[in-house]
Nanobody
């Protein structure tokens, strides 16, 4: 599975962005997909994850109610809709795929990673 993330950019506090992650490979519809982020000087942290069929999602407490993860298996794409952005959301965002149907919030449980897309939120 190869992953290509896009949609990052520079926005102001309160703005919205939608990240996309296009996947190649035949197994996308069987992969749990996740979004992680890493700010300068910080560890990579979990943001959101979605089950293979899209029916189960999980979010970090810091983004609950503001971010929504979704997927379109027909398009081999997972999305992260980010609303009410805050400066502390500034980070490089990575999409990841897991060869499992069990959601995980731990990065080492994911098998494939995209290259990351920068999100910068100015105050």
């Amino acid at each position: 599975v190869q992953l290509q993330a896009s949609g990052g950019g520079l926005v102001q506090t309160g703005d919205s962005l939608r990240l996309s992650c296009a996947a190649s490979g035949r197994t996308f519809s069987r992969n749990v997909m996740g979004w992680f982020r890493q700010a300068p000087g910080n560890e990579r942290e979990f943001v959101a994850a979605i089950s293979s069929g899209g029916g189960v999602t999980r979010y970090a407490e810091s983004v609950k109610g503001r971010f929504t993860i979704s997927r379109d298996n027909a398009k081999n794409t997972v999305y992260l809709q980010m609303n009410s952005l805050k400066p502390e959301d500034t980070a490089v965002y990575y999409c990841a795929a897991r060869d499992s149907n069990v959601i995980s919030t731990t990065d080492y449980n994911y098998d494939y990673w995209g290259q990351g897309t920068q999100v910068t939120v100015s105050s």
